[in-house]
């Protein structure tokens, strides 16, 4: 029938009393009748032309009236329920490593392209009042999309990343993090501003800086996210087995979990680990539902007025079919 949490107008539970009172009044009716009956009657002719079975099953239209017009009452009522529902209202920022180690073919065809893959199925989803910007970085970074609603600008510059040396971890959550104020200052100020998150995917190796906690650092970036009440979700994406060939040699690239864990756990966000495309796909699905979604109360009469109605119209035709009249 659905969840129910509340009900906006109770009064009209007052109504299914009424309801009790008729089917009481039936009932009585129905004994004073059968007394009569068989105060008068002829018990062997009364079994032959009315047998006991018949008798039972004349009263299921009066119950599946009665039940029908219960459940009308509730739905009168307003059932309130939790339900899942798209935000209207939130800021994204998909925060993508492109360094060379991206290159990787650990994952197929390599870490770079599946990430892409991945990433567009991600904006394709998102609910369409979200504003959503894209940030890629290697050994600098750049705001490819500010925080817009428009999913082609995010999906066109998805498609052009390129590859390209080191990586600075901090430098991509730095500019995530001023492209949220931006758009919260158009919007009134951090206090008045939808929520906002920074989705970080990498392969976790940051070599600009080489300190973490360096002032232009991974570490201190996220801080600083906090600090802005922006968590950072991260997304590791590679296998410690990785490597790329750069100059003929083979490089080891082992995903970095740890550090790109920590960055999660500073900022207020969550760690995802994701070896494959499946998984990449899985740890995107996992935030899309989170920041995507709410779960709102709301109104849930619909379930109570449809199932009413059907009992009601099996009741009014039982009656006419069966006892050639309504109860």
């Known amino acids: ?46 079994d032959s032309v009315a047998p006991p079975g ?48 991206m290159q990787a073919t650990d994952v197929s065809p390599n870490r770079l392209d599946a990430a892409k893959e991945a ?27 500010s925080p817009t609603p428009d999913r082609s600008l995010a999906t ?11 990586t600075a971890t901090g430098e991509g959550i730095y500019a995530a993090i001023q492209s949220i104020k931006n758009i919260r200052d158009v919007l009134g100020g951090k206090d008045n501003a939808p929520p906002a998150r920074i989705i970080l995917e990498s392969d976790g190796k940051q070599t600009v800086p080489t300190d973490l906690d360096d002032p232009r650092g991974g570490f201190t970036a996220a801080r600083k996210a906090k600090e802005e009440g922006i968590p950072i979700s991260t997304i590791s994406f590679g296998t410690p087995g990785g490597t790329v060939n750069i100059e003929g040699q083979n490089i080891p690239v082992p995903v970095d979990d740890a550090s790109l864990k920590k960055i999660a756990d500073l900022s207020g966000g969550q760690f995802f680990s994701a070896s494959s495309l499946s998984d990449l796909n899985e740890a995107y699905g996992t935030l899309r539902d989170e920041i995507g979604w709410e779960m709102q109360k709301g109104d849930n009469s619909r379930v109570w007025v449809l199932w009413g109605t059907v009992l009601l119209v099996l009741g009014a035709a039982g009656a006419v079919a069966y006892n050639r009249r309504l109860p």
């Open 119 to 145: 990433a567009k199925k991600f904006v394709g989803e998102l609910p369409a009042g979200m504003n959503l910007g894209i940030v890629s970085f290697a050994g600098t970074a750049q705001l490819l999309v």
């Open 54 to 101: 018949r008798n039972r099953w004349r009263h299921v239209p009066i119950a599946l009236l009665s039940i029908g017009l219960i459940l009308m009452m509730v739905a009168l009522s307003g059932p309130q329920a939790m339900r899942k529902v798209p935000r209207s209202k939130a800021t994204v920022v998909l925060v993508i490593d492109t360094s060379l180690s």
């Open 1 to 46: 029938m659905g969840g129910l949490t509340s009900l906006a107008t109770p009064i009209w539970l007052l109504g299914i009393l009424v309801v009790l009172a008729i089917v009481a009044g039936y009932v009585y009716n129905e004994r004073r009748r059968e007394k009569r009956a068989l105060k008068f009657a002829n018990m062997s002719v009364l």
């Open 156 to 166: 066109n510059a998805i498609d052009h990343l390129d590859l390209a040396q080191r």
